[in-house]
Every structure is written in C-alpha cells, then in structure tokens.
C-alpha cells in the first residue's frame, strides 16, 4: 500500500484532490432539485394593444365612493380597475392568517426557503416582459426603466440572498473574553414573527417583492401595505409570489398585500406586527414613527434623499454625462437615489450645460405601451405635483436660475389626460434655492456650481437630505476622499446608484433621509431577535461562586475585595499588579 502511494508526486495527489472536489461539486448540483414550475397569467390591459375607457379627470378617490381605489394608467388616463380599499378590520385578519401560516415557516430549513426563491427568480427571468408591461401601465414608466428598476433590482436581491442569506443568518460566534474563556458565546438570529413593509409606487414590483425575499429568508411572514397609486399591479405580484409558495407546498397567507390608502397603511402600523419597513416621504415616517413608537415596534425609515453628484475639474465627462442623464431622468426621475443635484466645477461648468442642454431637447415623452419606439420618458405617476414643481422653478428662476428647458407640465397630443412634466434644465442653482432642499422626485435636472473639492462639500451638505451621492474625478483616490466627507448613507465613486446592485451593502440614509438599513446582513438581520448565548466550551467545567461570595455572605466587605481583586487580575495590564491581585484572591479565600 505505501509502495502504490508512493509512485504519485504531490503534484498528482493535488490533482486528484480537485478532481475529486470538482467531482462532488457537479454531482450536489446535478443532484439540487430544479426550481418548481408556476404560471400567473397578467391581466388583460399589459398588452400593448389593449384600449381602456378614458378617463377625462383621473383619481385615485371618487367622492361619492370613498372605499374604493380608482385605478388608471398614467400615461392615458385608462381606467384599468376598481378595487376595495382595506379597512382596519381587513389588515387585522390579515395579520391573523400571516401569524397562523409563520408559525409553519420558521421551522422549515434555509434550503425550503432558497428553493422557493430559486423558482421565483427562474419565473421572474422567464416573465420578465410582462412583469415589466404590468409596472408601464400602472406606473405610466418606461420598459427600459422598468426593466433597470423593477427586474434587475429584484434579480440582484434574489441571487445574493440565495448565495448568503444562510451565511448572513448563521449562528454568529463571539470572543467571549478572559474571564468567561470557558463559554462559547454566539449570537442565533431568530425571526420576529410577522414584519410590514409600507412601501413607495415608484417600482411597484421591486417594492414589494423586495421586503418579501428577506422577510421568508429570515423564517417571517409578512404584510406589504402597498401604495394606493399601484394598486392594480400590486394585484398581480402578489399572485406571483402566492403561486410560488403554494408550488413548494407552503401557505400562501404567509405573504399578505394590502391595498388601501392612509387609513389602511395606519392600521398596518397599529396591527400588532413586529417590525416595519417604511418607504417615503420624511412627513409620512415621522407619523409611521409616532405611531409605532406607542407599541415600541421597531422601524427602518427610507424617506428618499436629494441626492448630488459632485464633478470635479478632471472629471471623465465622456463617461459621466450619459450616467448623469440616467441617474436624472431614469424612471421620470422618480427614484430615491435619483440625481436631483449636479455639482459641477467651474472649469467644465459651461462645457457640461451646453452638452446637457442638446441632450434634454431631444428626450421625447409618452406611453411605451402605446406609442411604440418613440419614447423616453413616460409619465408621472401621481398627478397632484405639477403645482409644487412649477412653484419649485419658479422660485428658483425669480432668484436668478435660468430655466433652459421645461419647466412646466406637458400636455401630451395623443394623450391628453396623461400625467406628464416636461423633462427640466435648471441651471445656477444656488443652496439656499428651495429646489435646491425639496424632493422634486421629477424629470428636473438642477445644475450647480462649485470652485474646487472644499466649495462642493459645502454646497452638497447644505441640503439636509443624505441618501446617496456620488462624486467623479479623473483621481479615485482625491474622489473617495471626497466622497468619505458627504453627510449621506452611500456614495459611489465614478458612478450613480449601483450601490443597489450591490445587494451585500446596507442601504439607508442619515439626517431626515431616515434611520436604519435594509439590503446586505444588515438588512436581513434587522428582521431578526439577534438573541445572545452562551453554553459551557469544556465538559464538567461550569462557572463556579466561590464561597467567600456564596449568600448569605460572611463579610461584605472582605466579599467586595476578593471581587476587586479578580477584576485586577483579569483586566489589569501591569504585570505587578496582576500579581498583587492574586495575593489579594488567595489572602481573601483563607479568612475564616
């Protein structure tokens, strides 16, 4: 037997080793199951050639039928449906069946729960244009935009919580330090029970699928108070991940949308969940805060940001201009993470305003669903902002902007009671210009101007939103500098947003951009009681209380010594004194 062993170099044996490695791998993938099979049919009106009724003055809320959500395409003015607001009484047999059906899914293993994200993310990739037809005719965007907003996000989010949520999730081991060497000290994430998600209309499909992949990672159920704008293809998402869990034999009433407006998402808050998620305006979370701060229900608020992006003299202008147009007018630019101020140093100032102002004339508006090629802007989706936004520019044009394009909102040939806003340059934007510290959450491009590294920070921390940010220069280096001293969340260097796309990365923002993460571990262990343990290391080796300190004592005094002394012997670096203490401990013991 040694003879044969010995005829193989170490070479060999190394070859053999990953042959037989590379083997095994093969075989335990050939050996995963496949992901399970499902089909949800998309409503009738995603097709491009269907026609709806017109709506002549679109809303969300008739008056003589306040319970029910008007649901219209933005782009037309189609009406698409009429669905049943939630009421309070709704949400809380919701929460119910969601408490029922979790109790079952926090048993099951993280490879049950990777399954059913697998074959989300195969139907998610088989289905991709309907689900991004469906967003176009809700939310009035783009495909292209639904395609970058909706899909790839939600891709990302799938395929890093596959590859680690388990790992994010593991018990976690601590150091337990000198004097409890004889413990193991972990950390066991065990999911809540049920969390919500209240979350924005802006990518209806991301939104709510996204808190949905961390929440059955975790072992939670969970509630998703959908926006009243997205009702109608909130709908058919659902279905989506319902059909997916019943494929794998789970109880689809782990997953619950609710559809309603203000009262509804209140109620949510008010329910008895055990975590929530919300995505939205500053005023909004500071209610969702209040409310939820009557029951202590921890909160992750993301209440959208202003976010700049800071261009330096060497900046590469070849590459930053087109991620400039994409981070503005991306999805009408009505992104958290959207481009809303350019901070652009005076040596390429004049450069970049006359290539931006080329650009923005040519951008063409309309319903991809409808007008076929010819479009790269769609609509709004809430029509009640064209007041604000005009007044926005207005008022940064009476003290001295120059408004070079749009401004207004437009009033579309073929759709006339589409909700649309031209796409916006606004140039020579100063801090304290009130668009320059209001969301405009809008196709509105805002150019400011800096006089080196030190005069762009200022202007970029005037503004008490921080999101994101990014910052571009020719120099990595002097831009990560930069970009470290932003009072913001994220930033990227030489690039807008893709701090999403990478799905191992927190996500959140500081000042009135909000408080807490979701995305990365971070994001998937906030939906978790991170509970602390400890458990004897050594067999027969438990922790021991002395007799001196046994009660009753026999000495107080002579207890808090032998204590005091531990403490030296332990902690205390001065070799002496280690010793010292250790006289002390044996001089305390021999007392009577």
């Known amino acids: 037997m040694e003879a044969w062993m010995e005829e193989f170099s170490p070479q060999q044996w190394l070859t053999l080793a990953v042959g037989a490695l590379t083997s095994w791998l093969f075989l335990s993938w050939l050996s995963r199951p496949g992901p399970q099979k499902f089909t949800v049919e998309p409503p009738a009106a995603a097709d491009p050639s269907w026609r709806g009724e017109v709506m002549t003055t679109p809303t969300l809320r008739d008056p003589m039928d306040p319970d029910t959500i008007i649901c219209y395409d933005p782009a037309t003015g189609y009406l698409l449906d009429k669905i049943p607001a939630a009421t309070a009484s709704d949400v809380n047999e919701a929460l119910e069946r969601t408490r029922e059906a979790q109790k079952a899914w926090a048993k099951t293993s993280f490879e049950q729960r990777r399954a059913v994200l697998n074959s989300l993310l195969t139907f998610v990739l088989e289905n991709q244009e309907n689900i991004c037809r469906v967003g176009c005719r809700d939310t009035g965007k783009t495909m292209v935009d639904a395609s970058l907003g909706e899909v790839i996000t939600t891709c990302a989010k799938l395929r890093w919580t596959i590859d680690n949520g388990e790992q994010a999730l593991a018990d976690d081991y601590r150091n337990p330090g000198l004097m409890m060497m004889y413990k193991h000290a972990k950390v066991v994430y065990q999911p809540l029970g049920v969390v919500a998600a209240l979350v924005s209309w ?3 499909f991301h939104n709510t699928i996204g808190p949905v992949i961390s929440a059955l990672m975790s072992g939670n ?3 998703v108070k959908c926006s009243e704008y997205v009702a109608w293809s909130s709908q058919y998402y659902l279905e989506i991940i319902r059909n ?6 789970h109880d689809p009433e782990l997953v619950q949308f609710i559809n309603g407006f203000a009262d509804a998402g209140e109620a949510v808050v008010r329910s008895g969940v055990d975590h929530i998620t919300f995505i939205g305006s500053p005023a909004v979370g500071k209610l969702v805060q209040r409310t939820a701060s009557e029951t202590l229900v921890p909160c992750v608020l993301e209440l959208g940001g202003k976010d700049c992006a800071i261009l330096l003299k060497d900046a590469d202008l070849s590459q930053a201009i087109p991620v400039l147009m994409r981070g503005v007018f991306q999805n009408c630019g009505q992104n958290c993470v959207g481009i809303e101020r350019i ?14 102002d080329q650009r923005i004339a040519k951008l063409r508006q309309g319903s991809v669903l409808d007008d076929g090629d010819h479009v790269d802007c769609g609509a709004m989706t809430m029509g009640n902002q064209f007041d604000k936004l005009e007044s926005l520019v207005e008022e940064a044009v009476s003290r001295g902007a120059r408004l070079l394009h749009g401004g207004k909102r437009f009033h579309h040939p073929l759709h006339p009671h589409g909700q649309y806003f031209e796409p916006t340059l606004l140039v020579d934007v100063t801090p304290d210009m009130a668009i320059a510290n209001h969301e405009t959450f809008a196709p509105i491009m805002v150019i400011m101007k800096h006089h080196g590294p030190e005069d762009a920070l200022r202007v970029a921390n005037a503004c008490s939103f921080g999101l994101g940010s990014s910052v571009f220069s020719g120099d990595k280096r002097v831009a990560e500098k930069l970009a470290l001293k932003l009072k913001v969340g994220m930033t990227n260097v030489n690039d807008f947003g893709v701090n999403y796309l990478c799905q191992g990365l927190p996500f959140g923002g500081v000042g009135i951009s909000g408080y807490g993460r979701f995305a990365g571990p971070e994001g998937i262990r906030g939906l978790c009681v991170p509970k602390a343990v400890t458990i004897d290391r050594i067999p027969g080796v438990k922790t021991p209380i002395p007799p001196i300190l046994d009660y009753p004592v026999k000495s107080a005094w002579v207890s808090y010594g032998f204590v005091q002394n531990l ?18 401990l044996i001089k305390a013991n021999l007392q009577k």
């Open 244 to 249: 997916c869990l019943k494929a794998h034999g």
């Open 343 to 356: 901070i652009l140093a005076e040596e390429i100032y004049d450069k970049v305003v006359e290539e931006m």
């Open 567 to 584: 403490i030296h012997t332990i902690y205390n670096p001065d070799f002496g004194s280690k010793i010292k203490a250790i006289g002390g």
């Open 221 to 223: 159920g969970i509630m």
């Open 202 to 204: 802006n990518y209806p």
